[in-house]
């Protein structure tokens, strides 16, 4: 009789996003299977840019301390024009910055992958190196796939498949979803060096009217990235390995000096696409990361979105797994994420139109005008903050979807926003935190806001433990003037009240002035899906 495996949740692709997807729901109580064809991990850096939005999930779960010890943080952008100076963008300058992490880290994906792989590990859920899916069917109900590890052909049956599989998905051909959009003329070059005596900790961007040049640090011993066009009629266009030598002209011609080489770690040439699937679901499959869109690096958007997708969709998929949700509830992963990686292709489409440009503009003229407008953004801390929250992916929001419900009169944080980052003094320790500390529990959380009776904080407590034990954990922040700035965020008197139901992915959901259980629990059937209304076992 053939043997046929079961398992949940069946994760194909074990980078960023899959890793992410798969430390989710552990998170939240549910083990999956997770695949890969690579016969081990990554060693190679690949994608080094850490946004803090993707520092918030990684100290959600306890990790950021750990990963920010594996790279450097670079708080600017330098733009040159050879040896000089174009203009900067410094992050430190920023109005109030709404994270803990105000500037970009720098850090391999090969060093986030590992950082990943030891937390799946310490959970008994290690990758399945060597493992390719075969085939894969579904109804409505389940899905049949086929997988070949090395030599063994095996048969599962799986109740969720995510395509977390890159741009050449498998999942998503299998499931014969389009995946529609261009490509790019050209060529381009990635090259990680080390450089003597170099310890610059700012992104750069050499412009020259034969291209662009982008330098970023990272790493503790003169590590740099190196990434550029190649020119459009060269040997390059053929099948040759590319070596540092054959760009080395480029690189010294756009810096305007002979970069002091220690050694090339590692180069490969590129072509860059801007394509998206649709849809992003179909019956039991599910697309999240490159195997969902892929876009130009500029701006490094596509590690960072890909990891955010499994954030936004692991919660649900595990409240499904676990019986507590409806399986409607994973119609808003579409929903909430389609529109924001529409929005990241054209993001990153316009600027990298914009940045191979300005070579055409080489000019005085052009000079002045770039070297004015950047300082006049340098001169705008408020401008700068928005600027770098919408590439920190600290803006996006899902405000116009079916789990953002919005009863409260204040309109400057609304449902579907991100929770923003504010520190708190906790009335209860008597110590300083912030809100996403409050979040670092797996579940939901109900933060109230203002004027509340012991009484009722009482009920409060046993309405939790009765209908959501250990899925909605409650913070109350009563008035007080070292928590000003709180009530003034979110618009409430000091003797007012607000309740804030958060997201297990530090979203918003629900917002309203009044405390009423009646409606938090409307919200939770109707809008959530939550069909689990039980009590605790005795003995918890």
Not at 147 to 158: I, N, P, S, Y
Not at 347 to 360: H, K, L, M, N, V
Not at 438 to 448: R, S, V
């Amino acid at each position: 009789m053939e043997l046929i495996r079961h398992t949940d949740v069946l994760i194909v692709g074990a980078g960023p996003s899959g890793l992410m997807m798969a430390a989710q729901l552990l998170r939240f109580g549910i083990q999956p299977t997770i695949i890969d064809a690579k016969p081990g991990p990554d060693r190679k850096s690949k994608a080094i840019a850490m946004h803090a939005r993707s520092l918030e999930l990684f100290r959600q779960m306890g990790l950021a301390d750990a990963l920010l010890a594996l790279g450097n943080p670079s708080y600017g952008v330098q733009l040159q024009r050879g040896t000089k100076p174009l203009g900067r963008l410094d992050f430190a300058q920023m109005d109030q910055p709404s994270t803990a992490f105000p500037f970009i880290h720098l850090v391999g994906q090969d060093k986030t992958e590992k950082l990943l792989i030891d937390r799946l590990t310490e959970n008994a859920c290690a990758v399945r190196w060597d493992t390719q899916l075969i085939s894969l069917r579904q109804d409505d109900k389940e899905a049949f796939a086929t997988l070949k590890q090395g030599e063994e052909v095996q048969h599962w049956r799986c109740n969720w498949v995510i395509g977390a599989d890159g741009a050449n998905s498998a999942v998503r051909t299998l499931t014969s979803i389009s995946f529609e959009g261009k490509s790019y003329p050209g060529q381009f070059f990635l090259a990680d060096v080390q450089v003597r005596g170099a310890d610059n900790r700012r992104v750069h961007f050499f412009f020259s009217k034969k291209g662009f040049l982008g330098v970023f640090p990272y790493g503790s011993d003169g590590r740099y990235r190196l990434m550029g066009p190649l020119p459009a009629k060269s040997w390059f266009q053929a099948e040759n390995p590319i070596q540092y030598a054959d760009i080395k002209p480029l690189v010294d011609k756009a810096m305007g000096f002979e970069l002091p080489l220690e050694r090339c770690l590692w180069i490969s040439r590129f072509y860059l696409h801007k394509r998206i699937a649709a849809p992003f679901t179909r019956q039991r499959c599910f697309l999240i990361g490159d195997a969902a869109h892929i876009h130009s690096p500029i701006g490094g958007q596509g590690m960072n979105g890909g990891m955010q997708d499994a954030a936004n969709l692991a919660w649900k998929l595990a409240g499904v797994v676990s019986g507590r949700m409806d399986t409607r509830l994973l119609h808003t992963y579409e929903e909430e994420r389609m529109p924001v990686a529409k929005a990241t292709l054209q993001d990153t489409d316009r600027a990298f139109g914009w940045i191979r440009s300005i070579p055409f503009f080489a000019t005085s003229l052009s000079d002045s005008l770039f070297v004015w407008t950047i300082r006049y953004v340098g001169r705008k801390p408020g401008l700068l903050k928005r600027m770098f929250d919408r590439l920190a992916q600290l803006s996006i929001h899902y405000r116009k979807a079916t789990l953002a419900v919005h009863y409260a009169t204040g309109r400057h944080i609304q449902a579907g926003d991100r929770l923003p980052f504010l520190p708190v003094f906790d009335e209860k320790t008597k110590k300083q935190t912030d809100l996403h500390r409050w979040c670092e529990k797996p579940g939901f959380i109900l933060l109230i806001l203002g004027t509340v009776s012991h009484h009722q904080l009482h009920i409060i407590g046993q309405w939790t433990r009765q209908k959501y034990p250990r899925e909605m954990h409650v913070y109350y922040l009563p008035f007080s003037p070292q928590n000003q700035s709180v009530f003034d965020t979110f618009e409430v008197a000091s003797e007012g009240t607000k309740t804030v139901l958060i997201r297990p992915d530090m979203y918003i959901g629900y917002i309203n002035d009044v405390l009423n259980v009646n409606l938090i629990d409307s919200y939770m059937e109707g809008a959530v899906g939550w069909k689990n209304f039980g009590r605790l076992p005795e003995n918890s």
